[in-house]
């Protein structure tokens, strides 16, 4: 049996037939039988190459999150003198190892608790809710646990992160962080 | 599904009254709605009334697509040259540039070449393309070639047209007088020959509309 693709249908204008003809002539056919036909040799190579393709992306996706992804040595860093907050006070602070903008919480005269202030479903600024012991973010009514991090309410699924604190002589470090836990 | 094999298009321009009803119904369409797809053209509008209907002829070697750099003009299994594919054509008139019989347009608006495609919606389930359904004098012909030669002994089909060094044979026929008939038409002597029908003045002010003067 005669491929399609190679099978004649319309002449050609010099008349020879399609074998005496240049490639491209089977390449862009006039007929549409054969425009839309896709040999078996070509979707095996497109599959291949997509197979290929994907591999690769995975591959320099999972060397790139390996490279960004090792833990670096944190570093301590002055946020605020103890004395400074207030009770039920907030204070923003800057924590790079903590993806940026960060909240200092006091929720009450011992406790000072840290948390990165990136809502973790799309990123937004969280604002405490001092009544409720809350941190909200605005964006899609997503709540987190103002004493542990971990989402209450809202599509966000993963805890914030919580920032290290050391009380140094009266001065609070931020130390590190901890990484949510899926 | 293909238009079925016995069903064939034939153009009698002997026929046509220039009613434009063919022109009207073919905007109508569907599928192009307010853009006819089908041409009236004069023959020789100064000494003349004779129309003649336009339609794609839907060629065996179609120079329209042989031209087009896009890819985008394609013939269907049933030899029906469809109008251009709308995701690959550039608009670059090439096609209209080059199809002898003058066909494919090019719609600025859309920036898309569209031309008759047969109706092909309508014939490939069987039915006669728009224009072919109202012509009522029946220059456009769709159907059988027994049903043809019963009705219109006298005319015979031809689908091999001229034109300087180039032949076209197409799938739409044009009816010839079976008296010496021509083994095909060639296009461009016949732009230069002189009428041999009676001339008509269309000038009524000359006086009597037809003078019945002869040319040979």
């Known amino acids: 049996m005669i491929p399609l693709e190679m099978a004649e249908r319309t002449a050609a204008p010099d008349g020879r037939p399609m074998a005496e003809q240049p490639a491209w002539r089977r390449d862009f056919p006039i007929d549409l039988p054969q425009d839309q036909y896709v040999a078996r040799r070509d979707f095996t190579r497109f599959m291949m190459m997509t197979s290929v393709a994907c591999a690769a992306g995975q ?25 400074e907050i207030p009770v039920g006070g907030v204070k923003p602070f800057l924590y790079p190892e903590a993806g940026g903008p960060c909240l200092l919480l006091r929720p009450d005269a011992q406790t000072f608790l840290a948390f ?27 709540a987190f646990d103002a004493t542990t991090g971990r989402p209450l309410a809202g599509p966000p699924r993963r805890p914030l992160p919580r920032v290290a604190l050391e009380n140094r002589d009266g001065v609070l470090y931020a130390v590190g962080v901890d990484e949510p836990s899926a | 599904m293909p238009v079925p094999d016995d069903m064939e298009f034939f153009i009698d321009p002997n026929r046509c009254i220039g009613c434009r009803a063919c022109v009207q119904a073919c905007g109508e369409c569907d599928t192009h709605r307010g853009h006819p797809m089908i041409q009236l053209e004069y023959v020789d509008r100064a000494h003349s009334t004779q129309t003649v209907p336009v339609v794609c002829m839907h060629c065996e ?39 002898p019989f003058g066909v494919p347009k090019m719609d600025t608006e859309y920036d898309l070449m569209m031309k008759c495609d047969m109706c092909y919606d309508r014939t490939s389930v069987g039915r006669k393309p728009m224009c072919a359904s109202v012509c009522p004098s029946g220059a456009l012909f769709f159907g059988t070639r027994e049903r043809l030669a019963a009705e219109r002994p ?23 007088p079976r008296d010496g ?26 006086g009597a509309m037809y003078d019945g003067e002869d040319e040979t």
């Open chain 2, 61 to 99: 070697s179609p120079t329209c697509a042989e031209v087009c750099p896009a890819d985008a003009i394609k013939k269907e299994e049933d030899g029906v040259v469809l109008s251009a594919r709308k995701p690959r054509c550039v608009g670059c008139n090439n096609c209209v540039l080059a199809c």
């Open chain 2, 181 to 206: 008939r021509p083994e095909y038409v060639d296009v461009v002597s016949a732009m230069s020959e002189e009428s041999a029908g009676k001339r008509i003045s269309l000038d009524p002010m000359l």
């Open chain 1, 116 to 142: 990165g202030q990136k809502c973790t479903h799309l990123g937004c600024a969280v604002v405490p809710d001092a009544e409720k012991k809350r941190l909200l973010c605005p964006c899609h009514k997503g």
């Open chain 2, 154 to 176: 006298r005319s015979a089909p031809v689908n091999r047209f001229q034109f300087g060094g180039q032949t076209v044979t197409t799938k739409v026929r044009m009816l010839t």
């Open chain 1, 59 to 83: 591959v320099l996706l999972g060397v790139r999150n390996w490279l960004h992804g090792r833990p670096v040595a944190a570093t301590a860093q002055p946020i605020a003198r103890a004395d």
